[in-house]
């Protein structure tokens, strides 16, 4: 099964900046539809960004225009590039892959997600 391993978590205040990376073992990530998602505490996980195989990306309405989701091909690793950060950001971050030739759209639901990271925290303070 595939292996997803998140870093570049960490503490910050708010309106600075912070880039998650996934690596992914057996697979390359450009094959599959790739996301991040994000659990709040007390709060159920939900979907952050996705990239497709074709390259299509799907964001959350909350980090639409501060967050990127990308992919280093050459890497093969996942990247979510959070800026202008709010404490409503903070949360533990997860990588995702539904582990199918999919666009952006279809990984993005929780429920279609084949393989999770074991996760990043992320905390932001005001």
């Known amino acids: 099964q595939a292996q997803l391993m998140e870093s570049g978590g960490g503490s910050v205040q708010a309106g600075g900046s912070l880039r998650l990376s996934c690596t992914a073992s057996?697979?390359?990530?450009?094959?599959?539809?790739m996301a991040w998602f994000r659990q709040p505490p007390g709060k159920e996980r939900e979907g952050v960004a996705a990239i497709g195989f074709d390259g299509s990306t799907t964001y959350a309405d909350s980090v639409k225009g501060r967050f990127t989701i990308s992919r280093d091909n050459a890497k093969n690793i996942l990247l979510l590039q959070m800026n202008s950060l709010k404490s409503e950001d903070t949360a533990m971050y997860y990588c995702?892959?539904?582990?199918?030739?999919?666009?952006?759209?279809?990984?993005?639901?929780?429920?279609?997600?084949?393989?999770w990271g074991q996760g990043t925290q992320v905390t932001v303070s005001s």
């Open positions: 057996q697979y390359r990530i450009t094959r599959y539809c």
């Open positions: 995702a892959t539904d582990l199918a030739v999919s666009a952006s759209t279809r990984c993005f639901a929780p429920s279609r997600v084949k393989s």
